[in-house]
């Protein structure tokens, strides 16, 4: 990067604010996806909106390509750098800036961690609830971009169902903003459209978020069935008998045996173990856990737990949230995927899994969202075997496009970014990827924010304002104009 | 316009008609009425095109034609918004009214764009199921109408807002591009969230054939309450107490108005146990000598406010207030009001969300609601004008957007580059 800019964003950042040494660079070249990596020229982490419109502005003049990023955490590659592009990290916007109880907001900076905001707010018995399984260390602002979910959407929601309202800077450095504290801000929902846009349509600088009130008990349940298939049926009785659990879960044997040995959570070993979680009112959730009990055991559950503490439910959830890790215990390498089927078709995709599994020789183990269908299947491998590595993304792959024929989704929580955007033809028609794009242009019409995530052939924006300059990604003919 | 034009205009007008009823049947397309005008614009011709496939090149068609188009539904919400600058062709979605899937195993159902709210909810109560939204009028609303407007009720406390229900659209563009985005499983995250740009949209981006959306269990038993009190600021307190607690309400209301102390109804939802249990905490929370039981005719109160003893004095807004403001934005309503011997009522949701109405001399009604309007944008709120009397003058429906409109207008200038679809009915002139 030209010396010259290099000193106009040090100026903007402050020394602690740029970091530009080869050495340095290495801790952004990827995200949770580490098979994708890319070295940015600079990395810059602001600690104001102002400082983010400068950077964005001096990046629109000399048309560099940015990234936004919060912890990494990310399993898509949305936060993997773009080649002679930069990375704006917002992990030193970490203030809270507004803690509204009589109306249930908090106003957050996007580097908050998610953990963080019900860390400030339980006291007052509220919560923040999209809980992504990596809560502990994530930004709300990379929530924000990839609209996280986690256990406990099923009953509340993903982040988008929470966010009320956004500060924006356009990729242009305009500072814009979206909705607001109260609901139904007269104009379109572009809150509603920014959130989970992987980064594409400009950063995130301010949020404001709903926040929840805890309800009066919650209730956690665990069952062992002899398959996943009977605890598949299970759920479907719990929805036909008309309940609302706040999650319901499910794995398979092997994320069993990982999760155990990673934490010890004294899970059954069983061929499918269902997790259900109630909340709300004592008198209603005991009544329904009573059902959820009967339609468990005559689904064919051979143990059934209530976890009787907090401490119980604790280590119960401890298991479930640390099962990606925990796979390292009984693999050496592993690939998380991510795709959504409707939720009867659970059955057939399983043991459609299972023929492929054994096809290409290699270990699957699944975590399941059970309750809206969001699959984690879990590729295990041996990278030092020549040749599994491939195997298993063309497994993992396989196991997408089962979820788009059954009906599903590529992604339900973790996004497109470089990872899936192969994939996007699979599920969406040419007029509809093509839609997205023009809502894009609105946004960004140069194309300089994350470019090169979610859409498989980026397609640049008509009228242009100004001189025509050749787009990076448009000379190296990865793109056409149109 | 003068007389070359004009005649160049009817020429172009009847060939466009031929073209229409070659693909849509001449039994589709049809002369329009006085029965068809929208918001005082008289529409020429009113098609209904039987599938998406053909609304989109009908729409494609008229766009190229330089001329307006004007989705409708049931019609019962085609005045909201500020009048169409031109209006020439309805596109009726009567037609596109299928259920194509309920998967009630899946709590998802795909409907058309045409279809009733009542007939979506008697189709999903066949599986004990329900879209959980309370819209006004569900025997003719439309699914594409109730999208656009984005009108919910009560139920949106506990279950959300329509943004929060849809998780799949279809939209016809301008060019006759079908777009569909979102799908048919609850959690998604592949591709732009569309389904929430054209939710609210008034039609401004596309006309919106087919949606899909997650739907709940209908309740297994219900239960409301009335609670009196005597004051606005009292109920603001009484609410503020409720969502306080550890009670699992699915609405909470306040009415207010000029002639009768403030009235909170709540509704619970759940196992026989569960509601006495709440019952009882409810007790506990408000003075029992001020509760009753309620019918569930109190969850009308939203439509009662709709029918007027004299509509050509009276208008209707809807309003969106901080929750914890309820009280000092009833103040608000209530001085501008007096000062003008204006009649007034008003149900505030506990979202903050809640319809006004004003009844009085037309001149002095329009004064009030730009008094209010200010106030409320003043500490974040809104006031959107939905219904007001052909006599009033012109007043602009939105408000104050803030400055995100330029980007509004850049997203319609992509989408609808022509102004073809409802020109001038949204925020801002788009």
Sequence with gaps: MDARILEELRAIADDRGLVSSPEELHTYECDGLVNFRVLPRAVLLPTSTEQVQSIVRICHRERIPFVARGSGTGLSGGATPVENGIVISLVRMKRILEVDFPNARVVVEPGVLNLDVTSRIQHNEFFYAPDPSSQTVCTIGGNVAENAGGAHCLKYGFTTTHVLGLEVVLPDGTLVHFGGKTLDVPGYDLAGVFVGSEGTLGIATKIILRIVKRPECVRTLLAAFNSTNEAGAAVSGIIAAGMLPSAIEMMDNLAIQAAEAAVRASYPNCGGLLLVELDGPVAEVEALMTDVNEICRSNGAWEIRIAQSEAERALIWKGRKSAFAAMGRISSNYIVQDGVIPRTALPQVMSEIERLSQEAGLRVANVFHAGDGNLHPLVLYDRRVPGQQEIAETLSARILELCIEAGGSITGEHGVGVDKKKMMPKMFAEPDLLTMQRVRCAFDPLQLSNPTKIFPTPRLCGEQPGEYTPHPVESSGLAERF | ?430
């Design chain 2, 1 to 430: 316009m003068d007389a070359a034009t004009q005649s160049k205009t009817a020429a172009l007008h009847s060939s466009l008609r031929y073209r229409l009823i070659s693909f849509l049947g001449p039994e589709h397309v049809h002369a329009a009425n006085a029965s068809d005008i929208v918001a005082g614009v008289q529409p020429k011709l009113v098609i209904v095109p039987g599938r998406e496939s053909e609304l989109a090149e009908a729409l494609r068609l008229v766009s190229d034609a330089g001329l307006a188009a004007i989705p409708r539904g049931g019609g019962t919400k085609i005045s909201w918004g500020n009048p169409p600058a031109r209006a020439d062709i309805i596109f009726s979605t009567a037609r596109l009214n299928e259920i194509t899937e309920h998967a009630w195993a899946d709590l998802t159902v795909s409907v058309g764009a045409g279809c009733t709210i009542q007939v979506l909810q008697e189709t999903l109560a066949q599986h004990g199921q329900r879209l959980a939204l309370d819209p006004l009028w569900p025997e003719k609303a439309t699914v594409g109408g109730v999208l656009s407007s984005n009108d919910s009720g009560a139920l949106r406390l506990r279950f959300g807002a329509l943004r929060d229900l849809v998780i799949g659209v279809t939209l016809a563009l301008p060019d006759g591009t079908l777009a569909s985005s979102g799908g048919k499983v609850v959690k998604n995250v592949a591709g732009y969230d569309l389904p929430k740009l054209a939710t609210g949209a008034f039609g401004t981006l596309g006309m919106v054939t087919r949606a899909v959306f997650r739907i709940h269990p209908l309740p297994r038993n219900t239960r409301s309450f009335s609670i009196r009190r005597k004051e606005a600021e009292e109920a603001r307190h009484l609410i503020h107490t409720i969502q306080n607690s550890k009670l699992a309400h699915s609405a909470l209301q306040a009415r207010f108005g000029n002639d009768a102390p403030p009235i909170v109804d709540i509704l619970f939802e759940g196992t026989e146990v569960g509601l006495d249990a709440q019952e009882a905490h409810l007790k506990e929370l408000a003075e029992t000598a001020s509760l009753t039981i309620a019918s569930t005719e109190i969850w009308n109160a939203r439509q009662d406010l709709w029918s007027f003893d004299k509509p050509e004095s009276g208008t209707i807004a809807k309003i969106g207030i901080l929750p914890a403001e309820i009280d000092r934005a009833m103040a608000t309503i209530a001085k501008s009001a007096s000062v003008r011997q204006l009649q007034w009522k008003s149900v505030v949701q506990a979202t903050g969300i809640g319809l006004l109405k004003l009844e009085g001399d037309t001149a002095d009604m329009r004064v009030s609601l730009q008094e209010v309007r200010e106030q409320f944008e003043r500490s974040s709120g809104s006031l959107v004008i939905l219904y007001r009397p052909p006599g009033m003058a012109p007043i602009d429906a939105w408000g104050n957007t803030g400055d995100a409109l330029p980007l509004m207008k850049a997203v319609k200038q992509q989408l609808d580059p022509k102004s073809t679809l409802n020109p001038c009915r949204f925020v801002g002139g788009i």
